[in-house]
C-alpha cells in the first residue's frame, strides 16, 4: 500500500462527499432547482388552457400530462449535471482523483437526483389535485414518479457524458434521451391511468422499479465511459 | 488463431477483400430479389384474407428484419471497437447507421401503406410493432446526430458506440414496453411451433426476398465500409499508392 491509498478516503466517503459537494453547490444556486420546477408548473397549466377545462378530459389527460410534463422538466436541467464542472475544470479533477469514476459519477447522479427528481415528485400531488386526481391515485402517481426520475436521471447521465462540451448540447441530449426514455414514460403514465380506472396496476410498478434497480446498475459505468470520452 | 482477425482489421486488406466479396453478395442478392418481386407479385396466391394488399410483406418483412439486424450490427461493431480499439470496427458502426435507418423508414413506410386498406388508416397507435420502429427510428437518428455533433472522428467512434450499447440494451425493454403498452396486431406467423402457418407459394418468395436483401444489405455495407476506410486513411501511404496505381492502369 502506497501513501496516496493510505490517504485517500474509502469508496463510501467518496461517495458521500460527491453527493456532499453537489447538493451545497446546488444549495448556493437555488435558480437552477426551482427553474425546472417552475417549468413543470407551466407544461401542467398550458394543458387544459389547450384543451379547454372540461373535466372529464382533464382526468383522462392528466396522468399522461404530468408524465410527459415531469420528463421534459428532467430533461431541461439534464444539460446542467456536468457543465458547470466540465467548464471550470473540476470535471478534469474527477476524471484524475485514485477514487473510482464510476462512485463519482453515481455520487453526482444521486445528488442530481436529489435537486431536480424528488422536487417533481413532492410538487407533483398540488399539479395533480388541479386535474381532479382522486387522492389514492395520487399515491401512485408519486410512486411511480419517484421510480421514473430514477431513471431517467441514470439514463440522462449518460446523454449528458456523452454531450458534454459539445455545441447546441441541449437539442441533441433531448434527441439522444428521448428515445431511451420512452420505456419509463409508457410505464409511469400508463400506471397511473390504470390506477385512475381502478384497474391491475401492479405490472407497471414493477417493470419500472426493475428497470430503476437495472439502470442503477448499469448506468454509472456507461456515464464513466461516455466522461473518459468527452474529457480526451 | 486470431491472425485472420488482425488481418481483417487492416485496412488495405480489409479493403481488397471487401472489393472481391461485394460482387459475391450483391450479385445473388439482386437475383433472389429479382424472383421473390416476380413470385411474389404474380405467382404466390392471393391471401384469402386480406387479398392483393398482402404483397407488400415482401418488401416490409424484409426491411423490418434488416432494420433491428443493422443495429445489432452497430452496437456489436461498436462494442468490438471499444473493446478491442478496432479502427475498421468504429468504419463499420459508422456506415451501418443510414443503411439501418433507411430500412426503418422503409418498413415504416410499407407498414403504414398497408395498414391503410388493412386498417382503414395511415397510423396505427395501437399497433405495437409499428410504435417500436418508430422509436427505432429516433434511435438512428439520436445516434447520428451524435456522430455529427462531434468533429474529432476517433472521440465520436467512442461516443457513438457507448450509445448504440446503451440503446441496444433499450431495444428489448421498449419492445417490451410498447407490447405491454397494447397489443392489436396479428401474431407472428414465420416462427412458429410446428412449422411456419403460411402456404408455400407465398413462403419461398418471403424467404427469397429476406435473403436478397440481407445479401444486397450486406455488399452495400461492405460498399459504404470501404468508402469510410478509404475517407479515413486518405492521407496514408497505401491509399496513396493504390490511387496512383489505378490512375495509371
Known amino acids: 500500500m502506497n501513501a496516496a491509498d493510505a490517504m485517500s478516503p474509502g469508496l463510501g466517503s467518496a461517495l458521500a462527499g460527491m453527493i456532499k459537494r453537489d447538493l451545497l453547490l446546488a444549495w448556493k444556486r437555488p435558480g437552477d432547482i426551482l427553474n425546472p420546477l417552475f417549468f413543470f408548473a407551466m407544461v401542467c397549466t398550458l394543458f387544459p388552457l389547450a384543451v379547454g377545462p372540461s373535466v372529464e378530459q382533464l382526468e383522462f389527460a392528466g396522468p399522461g400530462v404530468l408524465w410527459v410534463a415531469a420528463l421534459l422538466s428532467m430533461l431541461l436541467s439534464l444539460n446542467s449535471l456536468f457543465l458547470s464542472d466540465f467548464e471550470d475544470g473540476s470535471l478534469e479533477q474527477l476524471l484524475v482523483s485514485p477514487q473510482p469514476l464510476v462512485v463519482l459519477a453515481l455520487g453526482k447522479t444521486v445528488a442530481y437526483w436529489l435537486t431536480s427528481g424528488l422536487p417533481l415528485v413532492l410538487l407533483s400531488p398540488a399539479l395533480a389535485i388541479t386535474f381532479r386526481m382522486p387522492a389514492d391515485t395520487i399515491g401512485v402517481l408519486m410512486t411511480t414518479l419517484a421510480l421514473g426520475t430514477i431513471s431517467l436521471s441514470l439514463l440522462g447521465s449518460i446523454g449528458a457524458a456523452l454531450t458534454v462540451g459539445l455545441h447546441r448540447g441541449t437539442a441533441l441530449l433531448s434527441l439522444l434521451i428521448l428515445p431511451l426514455a420512452m420505456p419509463v414514460l409508457i410505464f409511469g403514465a400508463r400506471t ?38 468527452s474529457n480526451e | 488463431m486470431w491472425t485472420w482477425f488482425h488481418k481483417l482489421a487492416s485496412p488495405p486488406h480489409f479493403y481488397a477483400l471487401a472489393d472481391k466479396l461485394i460482387p459475391w453478395l450483391s450479385v445473388p442478392g439482386y437475383l433472389l430479389i429479382a424472383y421473390g418481386v416476380y413470385a411474389g407479385l404474380f405467382i404466390a396466391p392471393e391471401d384469402y384474407q386480406q387479398g392483393d394488399a398482402f404483397r407488400i410483406i415482401y418488401v416490409h418483412v424484409p426491411s423490418a428484419y434488416l432494420s433491428m439486424l443493422a443495429y445489432m450490427i452497430m452496437a456489436i461493431a461498436g462494442g468490438i471497437g471499444l473493446i478491442w480499439r478496432m479502427k475498421l470496427a468504429h468504419a463499420v458502426a459508422a456506415s451501418c447507421a443510414p443503411l439501418g435507418a433507411s430500412f426503418t423508414f422503409l418498413a415504416l413506410a410499407t407498414g403504414s401503406i398497408w395498414g391503410r386498406p388493412m386498417w382503414g388508416t395511415w397510423w396505427e397507435w395501437g399497433d405495437p410493432r409499428l410504435t417500436s420502429e418508430l422509436i427505432l427510428l429516433f434511435l438512428y437518428f439520436g445516434y447520428m446526430a451524435l456522430r455529427g455533433a462531434i468533429d474529432d472522428t476517433a472521440k465520436a467512434d467512442k461516443a457513438s458506440a457507448v450509445l448504440a450499447l446503451v440503446g441496444a440494451v433499450n431495444v428489448p425493454i421498449i419492445h417490451f414496453s410498447v407490447e405491454w403498452w397494447s397489443s392489436l396486431h396479428q401474431g407472428p406467423t414465420l416462427i412458429k411451433e410446428g412449422g411456419p402457418a403460411i402456404d408455400p407459394g407465398m413462403l419461398y418468395p418471403l424467404l427469397a426476398m429476406i435473403f436478397g436483401f440481407s445479401l444486397v444489405f450486406g455488399g452495400m455495407l461492405l460498399r459504404r465500409v470501404r468508402t469510410e476506410v478509404l475517407r479515413r486513411e486518405s492521407r496514408t501511404r497505401w491509399v496513396k499508392d493504390m490511387m496512383l496505381q489505378s490512375q495509371e492502369g
Not at chain 1, 384497474?199 to 419500472?208: E, N, P, Q, R
Open chain 1, 192 to 229: 397511473v391511468s390504470l390506477a385512475a380506472a381502478g384497474d391491475v396496476f401492479s405490472t407497471g410498478i414493477y417493470a419500472l422499479a426493475a428497470y430503476a434497480v437495472g439502470a442503477l446498475t448499469l448506468a454509472p459505468y456507461a456515464t464513466a465511459a461516455a466522461l473518459r470520452i
